[in-house]
């Protein structure tokens, strides 16, 4: 007699343990900006399936998925890694078409990596690798809640800040969410310290910072018990835009033209916070809030929460330039 396959069953909707509903901040009003540059032509990307040779002379691996911008289907002009044009002159290679009209596009893009480990926590842990492993963690709790995922990095690999925004762009993702830890908080505090930020010149902006920031929240909460007077945060901790002398003060929300959120959910710097991350199974909680929120975004129902008014920050040291080694086959 043959066998018989049980019904599939759905997978349930990775949804942000419910602690409190919302975290106020209705009264807080964003600036508007207009967006400085123009779009980009919507020309999707390339993923390398094999071996690519470049016009340079260069050859790539496979897994990697690189922005068009030119060229032909055959023959496509990309930006690399570095940041660099490049046209793809023969290999393995596939076209990544942009959303489609009410397709679920999301990009994941783990923060710094390569030569940019991030903040670092005392344990020598660089935020980098957290970073990696929580955005491949909510890839995964994404899985068959939205159409499509692609991630900016895959490895610990130097990623350009023009590359992941152009990445986004090229693919028009419904929502890019950037994941970072953070470092260097104002002091002390009774509540997770998490924030989020995004675009003035982004209309879907504000909600998106306040779903996400919401959704961590959520999930962070359940945690407090286990670090009781452990937490630290900023003084203005919650879902947040910052200014700079150009618009926006990050690069990514400034360029980008896609609905972008800068997630900084825990402080790697605080070695209770540190612990925390470094767990395998907080990693996959907070993973599942963060999916959870992207989900909420998506259906357009959950208008969010928790935003602040930004206190004055400095600029930030000036810094040098940051090496960057493209990847090779």
């Known amino acids: 007699m043959p066998s018989v396959s049980p019904t599939p069953q759905p997978k349930p909707t990775p949804t942000p343990t419910l602690v409190l509903a919302t975290y106020g901040g209705d009264d807080v009003a964003w600036p508007n900006l207009k967006h400085p540059i123009p779009a980009p032509p919507t020309l999707g990307a390339i993923l390398t399936t094999g071996r690519v040779m470049l016009d340079s002379g260069r050859a790539f691996p496979a897994g990697l998925s690189l922005p068009r911008i030119g060229g032909t289907a055959t023959s496509p002009l990309v930006l690399t890694p570095c940041n660099h044009r490049v046209r793809i002159t023969g290999g393995a290679f596939r076209a990544v078409a942009p959303a489609a009209p009410g397709e679920t596009l999301v990009v994941l893009d783990p923060g710094h990596g390569g030569h940019e480990p991030g903040a670092v926590a005392k344990d020598g842990t660089r935020e980098a690798t957290r970073n ?44 890019t969410v950037s994941l970072h830890l953070n470092a260097v908080p104002d002091g002390p505090s009774d509540h997770p310290g998490t924030s989020t930020f995004a675009s003035l010149a982004e209309k879907n902006g504000r909600r998106a910072a306040g779903v996400l920031f919401q959704a961590e929240r959520r999930y962070l909460e359940t945690l407090t018990p286990e670090l009781r007077g452990k937490w630290v945060a900023n003084r203005d901790a919650g879902a947040l835009y910052r200014i700079g002398s150009r618009g926006d003060f990050y690069y990514q929300l400034r360029n980008s033209h896609v609905p972008w959120v800068i997630s900084e959910a825990l402080y790697i710097s605080n070695p209770a916070e540190a612990a925390l991350i470094a767990r395998p199974d907080v990693r996959a909680g907070l993973a599942h809030a963060i999916a959870g929120g992207i989900v909420e975004y998506f259906g357009a129902k959950d208008p969010g929460s928790g935003w602040r008014r930004p206190l004055p920050r400095p600029s930030g040291p000036a810094g040098g330039e940051i090496p960057c080694a493209e990847p090779s086959a």
């Open 132 to 175: 990696l492993q929580l955005s491949l963690a909510v890839r995964d709790a994404l899985d068959g809640h939205v159409d499509r995922v692609v991630l900016t990095r895959t490895m610990d690999r130097d990623t350009s800040l023009a590359f992941r925004v152009a990445l986004a762009d090229a693919l028009r993702a419904g929502l």
